[in-house]
Protein backbone atom coordinates (compact mmCIF):
# COMPACT_ATOMS: atom_id res chain seq x y z
CA UNK A 1 0.00 0.00 0.00
CA UNK A 2 2.54 2.59 1.01
CA UNK A 3 4.54 1.67 -2.57
CA UNK A 4 1.22 2.05 -4.58
CA UNK A 5 0.35 5.74 -2.62
CA UNK A 6 3.66 6.59 -3.97
CA UNK A 7 3.54 5.23 -7.02
CA UNK A 8 0.05 6.60 -7.48
CA UNK A 9 1.29 10.42 -7.11
CA UNK A 10 4.35 9.60 -9.67
CA UNK A 11 5.02 14.01 -10.20
CA UNK A 12 4.87 14.48 -6.57
CA UNK A 13 7.23 11.52 -5.46
CA UNK A 14 9.66 12.40 -8.11
CA UNK A 15 9.82 16.24 -7.18
CA UNK A 16 10.40 14.80 -3.25
CA UNK A 17 13.33 12.24 -4.57
CA UNK A 18 14.78 15.45 -6.39
CA UNK A 19 14.48 17.83 -3.24
CA UNK A 20 15.94 15.51 -0.82
CA UNK A 21 18.83 14.41 -3.19
CA UNK A 22 19.99 18.01 -3.71
CA UNK A 23 20.01 18.00 -0.18
CA UNK A 24 22.41 15.50 -0.06
CA UNK A 25 24.22 16.33 -2.99
CA UNK A 26 24.59 20.10 -1.69
CA UNK A 27 26.40 18.75 1.77
CA UNK A 28 28.28 16.09 0.11
CA UNK A 29 29.56 18.20 -2.83
CA UNK A 30 30.68 20.77 -0.49
CA UNK A 31 32.28 18.86 2.28
CA UNK A 32 34.42 17.08 -0.42
CA UNK A 33 35.77 20.15 -1.66
CA UNK A 34 36.30 21.51 1.51
CA UNK A 35 38.50 18.42 2.12
CA UNK A 36 39.93 18.17 -1.12
CA UNK A 37 41.51 21.84 -0.27
CA UNK A 38 42.92 20.81 3.12
CA UNK A 39 43.70 17.06 1.76
CA UNK A 40 45.73 19.15 -1.14
CA UNK A 41 47.24 22.13 1.44
CA UNK A 42 48.39 19.65 3.59
CA UNK A 43 50.48 17.31 0.68
CA UNK A 44 51.88 20.10 -1.09
CA UNK A 45 53.15 21.18 2.58
CA UNK A 46 54.20 18.37 3.72
CA UNK A 47 56.34 18.01 0.29
CA UNK A 48 58.32 20.39 1.31
CA UNK A 49 60.37 18.69 2.82
CA UNK A 50 60.99 20.15 6.41
CA UNK A 51 60.80 18.31 9.74
CA UNK A 52 59.61 21.44 11.92
CA UNK A 53 57.72 24.55 11.01
CA UNK A 54 58.49 27.22 13.04
CA UNK A 55 55.46 30.40 13.39
CA UNK A 56 55.23 33.72 14.99
CA UNK A 57 53.61 33.76 18.18
CA UNK A 58 49.87 32.97 18.78
CA UNK A 59 49.95 31.68 15.13
CA UNK A 60 47.27 29.36 14.10
CA UNK A 61 48.16 26.22 11.91
CA UNK A 62 47.88 28.68 8.74
CA UNK A 63 50.11 30.88 10.08
CA UNK A 64 52.19 32.82 7.80
CA UNK A 65 49.54 34.08 5.19
CA UNK A 66 48.70 37.66 6.61
CA UNK A 67 51.76 38.91 6.56
CA UNK A 68 55.38 38.78 7.37
CA UNK A 69 56.04 39.49 11.38
CA UNK A 70 59.78 37.59 12.06
CA UNK A 71 62.99 39.11 11.48
CA UNK A 72 65.17 36.89 9.13
CA UNK A 73 67.91 36.83 11.97
CA UNK A 74 65.55 34.22 13.97
CA UNK A 75 66.87 31.38 11.20
CA UNK A 76 70.41 31.98 12.29
CA UNK A 77 69.79 31.27 15.77
CA UNK A 78 67.19 27.79 14.48
CA UNK A 79 70.57 27.09 12.85
CA UNK A 80 72.66 26.56 15.85
CA UNK A 81 70.03 24.26 17.62
CA UNK A 82 71.80 20.45 17.57
CA UNK A 83 70.36 17.97 14.99
CA UNK A 84 68.96 21.13 12.53
CA UNK A 85 70.76 20.71 9.11
CA UNK A 86 68.76 23.89 7.50
CA UNK A 87 66.44 26.52 7.74
CA UNK A 88 64.59 28.20 5.19
CA UNK A 89 62.79 31.31 5.84
CA UNK A 90 59.54 32.00 4.02
CA UNK A 91 57.38 34.76 3.24
CA UNK A 92 53.65 34.15 2.16
CA UNK A 93 51.40 36.28 1.27
CA UNK A 94 47.53 35.48 0.12
CA UNK A 95 46.93 36.72 -3.59
CA UNK A 96 43.47 36.93 -5.31
CA UNK A 97 42.87 35.91 -8.55
CA UNK A 98 39.75 34.81 -9.27
CA UNK A 99 40.31 32.67 -6.02
CA UNK A 100 41.88 32.83 -3.13
CA UNK A 101 45.96 31.94 -4.00
CA UNK A 102 48.79 31.58 -1.45
CA UNK A 103 52.52 33.10 -3.28
CA UNK A 104 55.56 31.97 -1.82
CA UNK A 105 58.86 34.12 -1.18
CA UNK A 106 61.75 31.66 -1.23
CA UNK A 107 65.36 31.92 -1.25
CA UNK A 108 67.36 29.95 -4.21
CA UNK A 109 70.56 30.86 -3.84
CA UNK A 110 72.56 27.48 -3.77
CA UNK A 111 75.34 29.46 -1.73
CA UNK A 112 72.75 30.99 0.25
CA UNK A 113 72.61 29.41 3.89
CA UNK A 114 68.38 30.13 3.26
CA UNK A 115 68.35 27.84 0.34
CA UNK A 116 64.90 26.38 0.01
CA UNK A 117 66.27 23.42 -1.88
CA UNK A 118 67.39 22.32 1.00
CA UNK A 119 64.10 20.94 2.51
CA UNK A 120 63.88 17.98 1.09
CA UNK A 121 64.32 17.03 -2.47
CA UNK A 122 64.94 20.40 -4.82
CA UNK A 123 62.39 21.16 -7.31
CA UNK A 124 62.02 18.88 -10.30
CA UNK A 125 62.11 21.86 -13.45
CA UNK A 126 60.17 20.43 -16.24
CA UNK A 127 60.84 23.59 -18.35
CA UNK A 128 63.23 26.58 -17.74
CA UNK A 129 65.04 26.57 -14.25
CA UNK A 130 65.72 28.55 -11.08
CA UNK A 131 65.07 32.33 -10.96
CA UNK A 132 67.86 34.12 -13.08
CA UNK A 133 66.79 37.58 -11.78
CA UNK A 134 64.76 39.77 -9.23
CA UNK A 135 61.40 39.37 -11.30
CA UNK A 136 61.54 35.86 -11.75
CA UNK A 137 58.82 33.51 -10.94
CA UNK A 138 58.29 29.60 -10.82
CA UNK A 139 55.25 27.73 -11.00
CA UNK A 140 53.99 24.34 -11.10
CA UNK A 141 52.41 22.48 -13.82
CA UNK A 142 48.90 22.49 -12.87
CA UNK A 143 49.12 26.25 -12.83
CA UNK A 144 50.89 26.42 -15.69
CA UNK A 145 48.28 23.75 -17.47
CA UNK A 146 45.34 25.79 -16.14
CA UNK A 147 46.89 28.83 -17.32
CA UNK A 148 48.26 28.21 -20.67
CA UNK A 149 51.45 29.59 -18.93
CA UNK A 150 54.91 29.21 -20.88
CA UNK A 151 58.25 29.57 -19.73
CA UNK A 152 59.12 33.48 -20.76
CA UNK A 153 55.76 34.33 -20.49
CA UNK A 154 55.17 37.61 -17.69
CA UNK A 155 52.29 37.85 -15.31
CA UNK A 156 51.26 40.50 -12.91
CA UNK A 157 50.94 39.96 -9.42
CA UNK A 158 50.70 42.84 -6.82
CA UNK A 159 51.40 45.19 -9.32
CA UNK A 160 54.39 43.88 -10.44
CA UNK A 161 55.28 42.00 -13.89
CA UNK A 162 56.81 38.83 -13.17
CA UNK A 163 58.96 36.71 -15.69
CA UNK A 164 58.34 32.75 -15.59
CA UNK A 165 61.78 31.33 -15.54
CA UNK A 166 60.58 27.66 -15.05
CA UNK A 167 58.12 25.32 -14.02
CA UNK A 168 58.68 22.71 -11.81
CA UNK A 169 56.36 19.45 -10.86
CA UNK A 170 53.98 19.62 -8.53
CA UNK A 171 53.75 18.95 -4.84
CA UNK A 172 55.79 21.08 -3.18
CA UNK A 173 54.77 23.80 -1.45
CA UNK A 174 53.31 26.58 -3.26
CA UNK A 175 51.70 27.23 -6.57
CA UNK A 176 53.72 30.10 -7.44
CA UNK A 177 57.37 31.46 -5.68
CA UNK A 178 59.12 34.19 -5.99
CA UNK A 179 62.28 35.49 -5.14
CA UNK A 180 62.03 36.15 -1.42
CA UNK A 181 63.85 39.47 -0.84
CA UNK A 182 61.25 41.33 -4.00
CA UNK A 183 58.28 39.79 -2.29
CA UNK A 184 59.54 41.63 0.93
CA UNK A 185 59.41 44.70 -0.75
CA UNK A 186 56.80 44.24 -2.81
CA UNK A 187 54.75 43.30 0.87
CA UNK A 188 56.71 46.60 2.95
CA UNK A 189 58.26 43.53 5.09
CA UNK A 190 62.27 44.14 3.78
CA UNK A 191 64.19 41.22 6.22
CA UNK A 192 61.25 39.75 7.28
CA UNK A 193 59.86 35.84 7.18
CA UNK A 194 56.26 34.43 7.59
CA UNK A 195 57.77 31.13 8.80
CA UNK A 196 60.89 29.32 9.10
CA UNK A 197 61.16 25.36 7.25
CA UNK A 198 63.69 23.46 9.51
CA UNK A 199 64.96 20.09 8.51
CA UNK A 200 66.48 17.87 10.88
CA UNK A 201 69.71 15.52 10.85
CA UNK A 202 66.42 12.56 11.14
CA UNK A 203 62.75 12.79 10.78
CA UNK A 204 63.58 11.19 14.75
CA UNK A 205 64.77 14.08 15.98
CA UNK A 206 62.23 16.67 14.87
CA UNK A 207 60.67 16.76 18.65
CA UNK A 208 64.02 17.10 20.39
CA UNK A 209 64.00 20.11 18.16
CA UNK A 210 61.11 21.62 18.54
CA UNK A 211 61.63 21.36 22.49
CA UNK A 212 65.00 23.32 21.55
CA UNK A 213 63.79 25.83 19.96
CA UNK A 214 61.32 26.79 22.71
CA UNK A 215 64.51 26.87 24.62
CA UNK A 216 66.21 29.53 22.69
CA UNK A 217 66.22 32.90 24.53
CA UNK A 218 62.86 35.06 23.21
CA UNK A 219 61.48 32.01 21.73
CA UNK A 220 59.25 30.26 24.13
CA UNK A 221 56.09 32.22 22.85
CA UNK A 222 56.65 30.77 18.95
CA UNK A 223 54.67 28.36 17.59
CA UNK A 224 57.47 25.24 16.71
CA UNK A 225 55.32 22.16 15.38
CA UNK A 226 56.60 19.07 13.70
CA UNK A 227 55.71 18.02 10.40
CA UNK A 228 53.31 14.87 12.12
CA UNK A 229 51.70 17.62 14.10
CA UNK A 230 51.14 19.78 11.53
CA UNK A 231 49.52 16.98 9.32
CA UNK A 232 46.93 16.06 12.42
CA UNK A 233 45.70 19.54 12.42
CA UNK A 234 45.02 19.78 8.71
CA UNK A 235 40.81 18.51 9.69
CA UNK A 236 37.44 20.73 8.88
CA UNK A 237 37.40 21.42 12.80
CA UNK A 238 40.55 23.18 12.97
CA UNK A 239 39.85 25.41 9.72
CA UNK A 240 39.02 28.93 10.87
CA UNK A 241 35.72 29.39 10.13
CA UNK A 242 34.95 26.23 8.41
CA UNK A 243 33.03 24.21 11.08
CA UNK A 244 30.33 26.95 11.07
CA UNK A 245 30.02 27.04 7.38
CA UNK A 246 29.41 23.66 7.08
CA UNK A 247 27.12 23.41 9.78
CA UNK A 248 24.87 26.29 8.13
CA UNK A 249 25.04 24.25 4.83
CA UNK A 250 23.93 21.01 6.44
CA UNK A 251 20.76 23.50 8.55
CA UNK A 252 19.73 24.82 4.96
CA UNK A 253 19.72 21.09 3.54
CA UNK A 254 17.70 19.76 6.59
CA UNK A 255 15.22 22.69 6.12
CA UNK A 256 14.71 21.83 2.45
CA UNK A 257 14.56 18.46 3.33
CA UNK A 258 12.19 18.99 6.22
CA UNK A 259 9.84 21.53 3.93
CA UNK A 260 9.61 19.62 1.08
CA UNK A 261 8.76 16.37 3.10
CA UNK A 262 6.12 18.21 4.84
CA UNK A 263 3.92 19.77 2.36
CA UNK A 264 4.13 16.37 0.10
CA UNK A 265 3.06 14.65 2.90
CA UNK A 266 0.22 16.92 4.54
CA UNK A 267 -1.15 17.23 0.99
CA UNK A 268 -1.18 13.27 0.64
CA UNK A 269 -2.88 13.06 4.24
CA UNK A 270 -5.60 15.76 2.85
CA UNK A 271 -6.49 14.16 -0.62
CA UNK A 272 -6.50 10.77 1.41
CA UNK A 273 -8.95 11.87 3.14
CA UNK A 274 -11.58 8.90 2.45
CA UNK A 275 -8.96 6.27 2.55
CA UNK A 276 -7.77 7.16 6.17
CA UNK A 277 -11.52 6.66 7.19
CA UNK A 278 -11.97 3.31 5.73
CA UNK A 279 -8.76 2.19 7.45
CA UNK A 280 -9.86 3.61 10.43
CA UNK A 281 -13.86 1.57 10.36
CA UNK A 282 -11.77 -1.41 9.27
CA UNK A 283 -9.85 -1.25 12.65
CA UNK A 284 -6.56 0.33 11.89
CA UNK A 285 -5.27 2.05 15.04
CA UNK A 286 -3.78 5.67 14.97
CA UNK A 287 -0.22 4.37 15.44
CA UNK A 288 -0.64 2.01 12.06
CA UNK A 289 -1.80 5.43 10.47
CA UNK A 290 1.56 7.07 11.65
CA UNK A 291 3.36 4.00 10.44
CA UNK A 292 2.41 4.18 7.07
CA UNK A 293 2.97 7.85 6.70
CA UNK A 294 6.57 7.62 8.25
CA UNK A 295 7.09 4.74 6.16
CA UNK A 296 6.05 6.82 2.92
CA UNK A 297 8.31 9.68 4.31
CA UNK A 298 11.15 7.13 4.44
CA UNK A 299 10.96 5.67 0.93
CA UNK A 300 10.88 9.02 -0.40
CA UNK A 301 14.42 10.14 1.84
CA UNK A 302 16.21 6.98 0.78
CA UNK A 303 14.99 7.03 -2.74
CA UNK A 304 16.37 10.89 -2.65
CA UNK A 305 19.71 9.58 -0.77
CA UNK A 306 20.12 6.80 -3.37
CA UNK A 307 20.13 9.68 -6.33
CA UNK A 308 21.61 12.05 -4.19
CA UNK A 309 24.66 9.78 -4.24
CA UNK A 310 24.73 8.96 -7.90
CA UNK A 311 24.21 13.13 -8.63
CA UNK A 312 27.44 13.66 -6.04
CA UNK A 313 29.02 10.74 -8.12
CA UNK A 314 28.44 12.58 -11.61
CA UNK A 315 28.84 15.97 -10.55
CA UNK A 316 32.26 15.06 -8.81
CA UNK A 317 33.74 13.48 -12.35
CA UNK A 318 33.04 16.38 -13.66
CA UNK A 319 34.57 18.90 -11.36
CA UNK A 320 37.83 16.66 -11.32
CA UNK A 321 37.84 16.45 -15.04
CA UNK A 322 37.53 20.42 -15.26
CA UNK A 323 39.73 21.37 -12.04
CA UNK A 324 42.28 18.83 -11.69
CA UNK A 325 43.49 20.47 -8.97
CA UNK A 326 40.13 20.32 -6.53
CA UNK A 327 39.83 16.66 -6.90
CA UNK A 328 36.42 16.00 -4.70
CA UNK A 329 37.04 13.81 -1.67
CA UNK A 330 34.35 11.09 -1.43
CA UNK A 331 34.59 10.65 2.73
CA UNK A 332 32.28 7.24 3.79
CA UNK A 333 31.68 9.10 7.21
CA UNK A 334 30.47 11.89 5.43
CA UNK A 335 28.64 10.05 3.29
CA UNK A 336 26.64 8.25 6.20
CA UNK A 337 26.39 11.69 7.82
CA UNK A 338 24.20 12.97 4.88
CA UNK A 339 22.22 9.98 4.42
CA UNK A 340 21.08 10.02 8.11
CA UNK A 341 20.56 13.61 8.04
CA UNK A 342 18.35 13.42 5.13
CA UNK A 343 16.19 10.64 6.62
CA UNK A 344 16.07 12.43 9.86
CA UNK A 345 14.93 15.89 7.79
CA UNK A 346 12.23 13.76 6.01
CA UNK A 347 11.04 11.54 9.01
CA UNK A 348 10.62 14.79 11.04
CA UNK A 349 8.90 16.18 7.93
CA UNK A 350 6.24 13.48 7.84
CA UNK A 351 5.71 13.19 11.47
CA UNK A 352 3.12 16.17 11.83
CA UNK A 353 0.66 15.03 8.91
CA UNK A 354 1.29 11.19 9.84
CA UNK A 355 -0.56 12.72 13.77
CA UNK A 356 -3.02 14.38 11.75
CA UNK A 357 -4.26 11.51 9.72
CA UNK A 358 -4.12 9.74 12.91
CA UNK A 359 -6.59 11.81 14.31
CA UNK A 360 -8.97 11.83 12.13
CA UNK A 361 -12.22 10.73 12.82
CA UNK A 362 -13.82 7.88 10.70
CA UNK A 363 -17.37 9.26 10.27
CA UNK A 364 -15.85 12.15 9.21
CA UNK A 365 -13.66 10.93 6.78
CA UNK A 366 -15.98 8.55 5.77
CA UNK A 367 -18.74 11.52 4.73
CA UNK A 368 -15.85 13.65 3.30
CA UNK A 369 -16.25 15.22 -0.79
Known amino acids: MVLSNLVHR??????????????????????????SMLNDAAKRTE?????????????????????????????????????????????????????????????????SPNNFDKMGQPFHYLAGGPFQGPDDMIV?????????????????????????SGIV?????????????????????????????????????????VKAIKQIPGMSQYVVRSLTEYASLMTV???????????IVIGIAVVIGFIVIFQSMYTAVMERTREIGILKSLGATKLYIVNVVLRESLLLAIGGVLV????????????????????????????????VIAVVGALLGGLYPALAAAQRDPIEALAYE
Not at 67 to 82: C, H, L, T
Not at 144 to 154: F, I, P, R, T
Open 10 to 35: PLRTLISVFAISIEVTLILLIVGLCL
Open 47 to 111: GVGFDVMVSPPGSSFLAGITGAPVSMKVADKIRAVPHVTAVAPLVMHMITTGALEVMDGIDLNPK
Open 140 to 164: DDFFADQHNAKVGDHLDVLNHSFRI
Open 169 to 209: EHGKGARRYVPIQTLQELVGSEGKASLFYVKSDTPENADAV
Open 237 to 247: ANLPGLGPFLN
Open 308 to 339: GLLFTLLASMAINYRFPTHKVVWDNYWVMRAS
